[in-house]
């Protein structure tokens, strides 16, 4: 009987320890989980949304996340924000300046949640906040505008009438100026993000004024501005992510808004609990924005080399570009 008893107590104690030992894996092994809210024109807008998704895609390959996405082509923002946080996420993140008040007022009353907020800046303490100096990026496509222009016009199409878009234009123009102080530069805004049908109608209209260098800053609505550039054989420049792939033979280059390294950036420092700041602002000197090859048309040794001095200059503060109209 006593050799019974310290055998079922031997048994006892190593599936206690085998139970500890699961406990602890499992503790060990838990995956970080990323919810997201894409901005309006949704997944597949080969811009803005594509390059956050990658950025996911990204971590999930190098970092083992685990990620879900929502869209919100209604504008139903807040319910699609109380969907990722209910699904347990360790971060949610909301994509676009259209999502910041609902973000908020979920983020109010979810306080123990963390939440990141991507284009625009939130003074509440569970969310942290990415911009861009898209103004910075901008002034370089400015530059590469004015150097292939022969007409002396070029044209910007934003996607909203707004302080963010503004800098797009502000910096497109400042950089035009400095290559070219006459040129002309026509702006319209579409109002819209998601209609590539009137970005090419607003880019008929523009090419018919003169204008042989579109910039779009305007989603998917861009993308049709692009591609009514090609069929008649006037230049243009992509945004957010390299779109040389739309039309191929229109765009000479794109200002790249880094989303993709933000986003990749942010969980690595998640999940290593390294998130130490609540705003990060990113610009040329942060890898934030930039200005992807230059293809199509071949700029001379001399333009190539002005593109790369302004590039410094503004990394060093020595060009000041401009962010409002």
């Known amino acids: 009987m006593k050799r019974l008893f310290v055998g079922i107590m031997a048994l006892l104690l190593v599936l206690t320890g085998c139970q500890n030992a699961m406990q602890e894996e499992t503790v060990e092994s838990k995956e970080t989980k990323i919810g997201i809210l894409l901005s309006d024109s949704g997944l597949g807008d080969g811009s803005f949304n594509d390059s956050a998704f990658r950025g996911l895609e990204k971590s999930r390959d190098e970092l083992g996340i685990l990620f879900d996405y929502r869209e919100a082509p209604t504008g139903n923002y807040e319910e699609m924000l109380v969907d990722l946080v209910e699904q347990g996420n360790d971060l949610v993140i909301g994509l676009g300046f259209s999502v910041q008040e609902a973000l908020e007022k979920v983020a109010g009353e979810n306080p123990e949640q963390q939440f990141l907020l991507i284009d625009g800046v939130s003074e509440l303490e569970n969310v942290i906040s990415i911009t861009f100096k898209e103004h910075e990026g901008s002034f370089l ?19 909203a009438d707004i302080e963010l878009i503004h800098r797009f234009e502000v ?14 530069v026509i702006a319209d805004y579409a109002n819209n993000f998601g ?18 260098f579109i910039y779009p800053a305007a989603g998917f609505t861009g993308v049709g501005a692009l591609q009514t550039a090609q069929s008649k054989g006037v230049y243009g420049a992509g945004v957010d992510s390299d779109q040389f792939l739309l039309a191929e033979k229109a765009v000479v280059s794109s200002m790249l808004k880094n989303v993709d390294v933000a986003v990749f950036d942010t969980t690595k420092n998640l999940v290593n609990n390294q998130l130490t700041e609540q705003v990060y602002t990113l610009g040329l000197v942060e890898s934030g924005v930039g200005l992807a090859p230059i293809r199509v048309v071949e700029l001379t040794t001399e333009q190539q080399q002005l593109i790369e001095e302004a590039t410094e200059a503004i990394s060093a503060g020595k060009i000041d570009v401009q962010t409002k109209k």
């Open 141 to 159: 496509v400015g530059m590469v505008a004015a150097m292939t222009s022969n007409t002396g016009k070029i044209g910007f199409i934003g996607g």
């Open 195 to 212: 209609d590539s049908t009137l970005g090419s109608i607003i880019a008929e209209e523009q090419i018919e004024k003169g204008v042989d």
């Open 171 to 184: 910096g497109y123009t400042q950089g035009a100026q400095y290559v070219n102080p006459d040129i002309e």
